[in-house]
């Protein structure tokens, strides 16, 4: 049996909703598992020259946890990555990882499982359910307890993805951040969280307001110099930004008559659409 499964990057907290909501973008790594061949890891892509070969990567581990979890064993077999999603960016290249071993687990062995249990599954390994959720589901979603609650996204909707040639260790984003708030900001968050649902859904004339954050993003920028001047020129020019996930890329919205600058070299942009669906496996 030949399984590949393809997941698309994800960009998380979209402003205000800090660890809640996720995006899906159209970029998409495919791991490809196969029990009829030599058993083996391979990688192709982003980071080929640094991923762990032997088993002990996020995609191995994933594929043993959920189908310890549901009782059953994986058989040996031959996994290749081809990675598209570049690593420690906040992109969601590891939740993509964790996703895409869930769900080849879940296949391989029919085990059955709900979209909450996959991202059960993916964050007990990957930590972090704002990507894994918006990478099983796809379209915009919210991390909501235990579940995933899907968006559909205004179809107008037009990404830019500006990824710096610097990396960003979530670890280390984490750690930049406050351990409490004033209360005046975490009501400021609240209230743009609730204003980014309807910007990203129905009016995304709000997005240029509705993206301010005041939890996590000043620390975050405040690592990557860099990326914060750039951050500040998108915003100067009028274009809603925020930071993707921990950073250091930043995630804009273009829209008619505004449009993002190329902020030169060191920098990849990036334009991408929603991705409509999350983690597809298929035979063959």
């Known amino acids: 049996m030949r399984l590949t499964a393809r997941v698309p990057a994800t960009s998380a907290n979209l402003g205000a909703g800090f660890d809640c909501f996720g995006l899906a973008l159209d970029l998409w ?5 196969d029990v009829d061949a030599e058993p083996g890891v391979s990688w192709e892509g982003e ?3 640094e991923l762990p070969a032997d088993g002990t990567d996020m995609v191995s581990r994933a594929l043993v946890h959920a189908a310890r979890v549901g009782g059953a064993s994986p058989p040996p077999l031959a996994l290749r990555g081809r990675n598209r999603i570049p690593l420690e960016r906040g992109l969601g290249s590891s939740a993509a990882a ?8 879940d296949a391989l062995l029919e085990l059955s499982l709900e979209r909450e249990e996959m991202l059960e599954l993916a964050v007990e390994l990957e930590g972090h359910p704002d990507n894994a959720a918006a990478a099983i589901a796809g379209g915009l979603t919210l991390a909501f307890g235990d579940g995933v609650i899907r968006l559909e996204p205004h179809p107008s909707l037009r990404p830019v993805v500006l990824v710096p040639d610097v990396r960003l260790p979530t670890d280390e984003a984490r750690a930049a951040l406050p351990e409490t708030v004033a209360l005046t900001d975490a009501v400021f968050n609240l209230a743009h969280a609730a204003a980014s649902v309807v910007a990203l859904t129905s009016e995304p004339g709000l ?16 690592l990557v110099p860099p990326v914060s001047a750039v951050f500040d020129q998108v915003r100067a020019a009028g274009i809603p930004v925020c930071v993707s996930g921990a950073g250091p890329s930043l995630l804009a919205f273009e829209s008619d ?14 334009r991408l659409a929603v991705a409509a669906t999350g983690v597809q496996v298929t035979k063959g």
Do not use: C, K, T, Y
């Not at 964790?98 to 687990?105: P, T």
């Open 29 to 33: 790594n495919e791991v490809v598992v």
């Open 98 to 105: 964790a996703v895409a071993g869930v769900a080849l687990a």
């Open 207 to 222: 997005l240029g307001r509705a993206l301010d954050d005041r939890l996590h993003q000043a620390a975050r920028l405040s």
């Open 257 to 270: 008559g505004l449009h993002v600058a190329d902020p030169g070299e060191g920098w990849r942009v990036l």
């Open 47 to 49: 980071g080929a020259d």
